[in-house]
C-alpha cells in the first residue's frame, strides 16, 4: 500500500486524471471497464466524471453509451433515466 498504492491514489486521487485514462483506453480501441470496474453502472461513472470535467467530446460518449440503455438493457432503463436528468442539471468542476 505504502508504495503501488500511494502512486496509484497520487496519480488517480484527481477526476482529470481519470479522465486522462478513460481517453486513453478509447484512443487504443479498449473498453473503458479495464480501468473503471463494474457492471453497465461504469458506463455512468465515465458520464459523471467526463461531465465534471467540462470535456468537449462528453456528447459523443453520451452517444456512445445511449444504446446500451435505450435498445438494450431494460432493467437499467429506470437509472438510466434518473442519471439523464441529473447530468443536465451537474455543473462542472474542471475544465479538462
Request: net charge positive; proline share 7%; glycine share 8%.
Amino acid at each position: 500500500m505504502e508504495e503501488s498504492g500511494k502512486k496509484f491514489i497520487e496519480t488517480f486521487g484527481q477526476l482529470p486524471n481519470i479522465l486522462k485514462e478513460i481517453d486513453r483506453l478509447e484512443a487504443e480501441g479498449k473498453y473503458w471497464r479495464e480501468f473503471i470496474g463494474g457492471g453497465p453502472d461504469h458506463l455512468f461513472r465515465v458520464l459523471i466524471i467526463s461531465k465534471l470535467c467540462n470535456v468537449p467530446n462528453y456528447q459523443k460518449k453520451l452517444e456512445r453509451i445511449k444504446p446500451a440503455f435505450e435498445n438494450g438493457l431494460p432493467d437499467w432503463r429506470p437509472y438510466w433515466e434518473k442519471l439523464l436528468t441529473k447530468l443536465e442539471t451537474l455543473k462542472p468542476i474542471y475544465n479538462c
